[in-house]
């Protein structure tokens, strides 16, 4: 896995930024802010991700933006702010692994055709700032669907301080063939509708679009890989869109850049075809064969159930047939995740949180354990290996000594209840307050 120093885009533009912003009078409040005192954060509880220790109480000295001391007491430095969060549980702040931040609910498919780039950045904005109010201290950003590389000035305005959010990966939009998953099907051929994605149709296209989509900021790639989906008979079909070839050379461009793919993949053999290639990670992963889930196994690459959007699609789909299928989709993922549990893959937490409102998608975690995991090991897949999938490992994810201060309070003891971290109540970011 790449580490953060080959991702020039969130770090050098951001310092570059803040360069610029330092130097003109109306700088952002960050770029001005003094230094402040140290704070001490107190509760209950502190649980220790790694081992699923519990401390009682749980204190973190936080200096800067990086966590100094974490134990059941920590150093109190003279003039430190001790803030007491009573009977809470401290936890690292919550990672979503597959977020759309330019999406928001309501005729999800128009939207990216009706609303312009400015309007969808601006709402872009407002989703991250509700993301994080909920706990999402990073996220990973899977495809603007047709606004481009506009993800990288949320990312960068964000870094620079301008705008609340989580720290984020994104990847521009996604890539596709003609014709493919997220192709504008359907609508007057006279009228050019544009696809919500970037076309490729070969290996070289596909390097072609990579390049692009990096010069203009991304930190991975995004492909579709299969789709559109059916259930027949309650078994899932899905169509491939690239062949193992062809998604090797995508993975070989990504590792020249220093970064990775992700696909958005449903099942066989499209499945088969990106552990084959060695992705990074496969979205949605609804339906995978003994031979991917070895090589998901062999090779770490994470599956991402995004469970929460196939519920939202079940309770609302405006057809009764339409909802039936997506509740017959919702069965047979549920059937085919225990597997999957039972085989030992790697998982990380997303939820595809977009098209159902921003700052609701902890309801993911609390899918995960209902659904056969426990709850410490989906705590696990969301910090340590959501750490790893965005290219932040041992810098977030857990709460200790020189890591990245992202934490949050719960109530309640997310062993015994995972739902709790649907009610954050406490949010710090960098060492910075942003809920209370
Ligand atoms: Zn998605």
Redesign the pocket.
């Given at each position: 896995m790449p580490t953060p120093q080959h991702f020039p885009h969130s770090s050098c533009r951001a310092l570059l930024l803040g360069c610029v912003c330092a130097s003109l009078s109306a700088a952002p409040l960050a770029a001005q802010r003094a230094p402040s005192p140290p704070i001490i954060l107190h509760a209950a509880r502190l649980l220790e991700i790694e081992t699923g220790n519990m401390l009682q109480p749980g204190e973190i000295l936080v200096a800067g933006e990086r966590i100094q001391a974490v134990g059941t007491t920590v150093d109190h430095p003279q003039g430190s702010q001790v803030i007491d969060l009573g009977d809470t549980t401290l936890l690292p702040g919550l990672i979503d692994a597959?977020v759309?931040l330019f999406l928001h609910p309501g005729a999800e498919d128009l939207q990216t055709v009706e609303e312009s780039v400015p309007w969808r950045t601006i709402l872009a904005a407002q989703a991250a700032k509700a993301d994080l109010m909920a706990g999402f201290t990073a996220e990973r950003d899977?495809?603007t669907e047709g606004a481009g590389s506009a993800s990288s000035a949320i990312r960068d305005a964000i870094n620079a301080g301008i705008i609340p959010g989580p720290r984020l990966r994104v990847s521009a939009n996604a890539i596709d063939i003609l014709g493919g998953h997220e192709d504008a099907i359907g609508f007057n051929p006279a009228q050019h509708v544009l696809s919500n994605a970037d076309y490729a149709n070969t290996a070289d296209e596909i390097i072609a679009v990579m390049r692009e989509q990096h010069k203009e900021g991304s930190d991975f790639a995004k492909i579709y890989q299969t789709g559109p989906d059916k259930m027949i008979d309650g078994v899932l079909h899905t169509p491939y869109q690239y062949n193992e070839a062809q998604l090797a050379a995508a993975v070989e461009e990504a590792h020249r850049l220093g970064t990775y793919v992700a696909v958005?993949a449903m099942g066989e053999p499209g499945t088969l075809y990106a552990a084959q290639a060695g992705v990074a990670s496969i979205?949605h992963a609804t339906q995978l064969s003994d031979e991917t889930m070895r090589l998901m196994k062999e090779k770490g690459i994470f599956a991402v159930p995004t469970f929460t959007i196939f519920e939202y699609f079940a309770h609302h789909r405006e057809s009764q047939d339409q909802a039936a299928s997506e509740a017959a989709m919702l069965d047979y993922k549920i059937a085919e995740f225990k597997k999957q549990i039972a085989f030992g893959i790697p998982f990380a937490v997303g939820s595809?949180v977009g098209p159902f409102p921003h700052g609701t998608q902890a309801r993911e975690l609390t899918l995960m354990v209902q659904y056969g995991m426990k709850p410490l090991a989906v705590l696990q897949a969301d910090m340590i290996n959501g750490a790893k999938l965005l290219m932040w490992q041992g810098q977030i994810g857990e709460l200790k000594p020189g890591y990245y201060a992202d934490i949050v309070a719960v109530p309640g003891n997310p062993l015994d209840d995972i739902s709790v971290v649907e009610r954050v109540q406490f949010v710090m970011k960098n060492g910075v307050v942003v809920r209370r």
């Open positions: 597959h759309h899977l495809g958005h979205e595809d």
